[in-house]
């Protein structure tokens, strides 16, 4: 399920079977994402234009806040409810609420005022770490459970039951917690990667068990995985997870979140698109994420995958040349993939050749080419000579000041 514009230039040595169906994206960004100690809670435009993207990305979920957590959540995840039931969003919103009435009930006040039926993603700790910082035994978790499941499905809530820190819960936990929730109604269930501990078996692991026990209780509810990125492992986790059989992943824009971050949404859509599954509109990808860099307050990283400056960018002599064959021979397709593991069409971007100190003659003409300047044996030769011996990249202003010449003034 790989690119096949042009067959036989790129061997493919994954042999992974292909997924068994579409694969989902849920954005957490505007309730995981705003508990990074480094993001702002953006304004109710600013959310409402992120909700805006993501429904024309075609992210499939949303989680529009945690509401039980004071005023300001309640009254900013009622205006994002209201803003999809009155456009007609095509995009599912989730609260997220503790295994407590109290955190359900606006919830459940939320979705009656905007008139939408709410996904509410029901959380609670189940490793035994966590039990033992708590003070927590299997009933109580066992009990709270069914208390919030009672409530939240007789109230017209769709349920997606998350176990915290399931990647260092017990199997035999997780099978009494799961099962509990199969049995009072849970539309879905959700494997967390709260602190980042899994590797991609580990997660594939997890996933398999949790399908298991989904199809032994006869349930037809989806699997969802939440990773997160502690140990940089999150985009190969949720690759794992579709490939063991979870039908949705969870993310958010630039990865933004607790401690190190979670998946991000955009590194997750680029790769089902390589891998074939063609259900997104990345054209959306880049407003997206510098939407969401003004709102939350963060720098995207210039090495950040996809969306960074650097991405498809290059000042290497070895690594210009090749793509600047490709464009000569008149081959975009080759262009974009000579040197780059993604595409850069595919979000909208372009190959972006520079001149550096390590850059060759090659780099200098497709420089010079762009400003309309001459490229001739000499102006080479200088402009070579002035980005040899600076420690950073040629740019218009230092061209003019080495040479006189005037890369601003393009034809």
């Not at 600013?46 to 805006?52: G, W």
């Not at 769709?158 to 049995?183: H, K, N």
């Not at 979140?257 to 997750?268: A, D, F, I, Q, S």
């Amino acid at each position: 399920m790989n690119d096949t514009s042009q067959p036989g230039l790129m061997h493919q040595w994954d042999d992974a079977r292909p997924l068994a169906s579409p694969p989902q994206v849920l954005d957490e960004t505007l309730r995981d994402g705003l508990q990074s100690p480094s993001a702002s809670d953006p304004s109710i435009d600013q959310k409402k234009n992120l909700l805006h993207l993501m429904a024309r990305i075609g992210i499939h979920a949303a989680s529009i806040g945690l509401p039980g957590a004071h005023a300001r959540q309640r009254t900013d995840a009622l205006a994002l409810a209201t803003e999809i039931a009155r456009e007609k969003l095509n995009i599912a919103p989730y609260c997220a609420a503790r295994t407590l009435i109290e955190d359900i009930e606006p919830v459940v006040d939320i979705s009656q005022r905007a008139g939408i039926r709410l996904g509410v993603g029901i959380f609670i700790g189940s490793s035994p770490i966590r039990q033992y910082a708590e003070d927590w035994t299997l009933d109580d978790l066992k009990r709270r459970t069914e208390e919030s499941l009672r409530f939240a499905v007789a109230h017209g809530l769709s349920v997606m039951y998350v176990t915290e820190d399931t990647t260092r819960s017990t199997p035999e936990t997780l099978g009494e917690l799961y099962r509990t929730a199969i049995r009072f109604g849970a539309d879905r269930l959700c494997a967390a990667d709260t602190v980042g501990h899994a590797t991609p078996r580990t997660t594939a692991n997890v996933v398999r068990f949790v399908k298991r026990l989904i199809d032994e209780a006869g349930a037809d509810i989806g699997l969802d995985w939440h990773g997160h990125r502690d140990r940089g492992l999150d985009v190969a986790n949720s690759l794992a997870a579709w490939a063991a059989g979870a039908d949705r992943c969870h993310g958010t824009a630039l990865g933004i979140g607790e401690r190190c971050g979670n998946t991000p949404v955009e590194l997750l859509l680029a790769n089902l698109e390589v891998m074939g599954w063609k259900h997104h509109r990345l054209s959306f990808l880049m407003p997206y994420v510098q939407t969401a860099q003004r709102a939350l307050g963060i720098d995207i990283p210039p090495n950040q995958p996809v969306v960074g400056k650097n991405a498809f960018r290059t000042a290497t002599g070895t690594h210009a040349s090749a793509v600047l064959k490709a464009k000569r021979r008149g081959n975009d397709w080759l262009a974009d993939r000579v040197y780059s593991g993604i595409p850069a069409s595919m979000v909208g971007r372009k190959q972006e050749i520079e001149v550096g100190h390590l850059s060759g003659e090659a780099n200098v003409r497709s420089f010079l080419e762009e400003r309309g300047l001459a490229q001739d044996s000499a102006t080479i030769r200088e402009v070579m000579a002035v980005a040899k011996s600076q420690r950073v990249l040629l740019n218009d202003k230092s061209l003019h000041e080495a040479t006189g010449l005037d890369g601003s003034a393009e034809e």
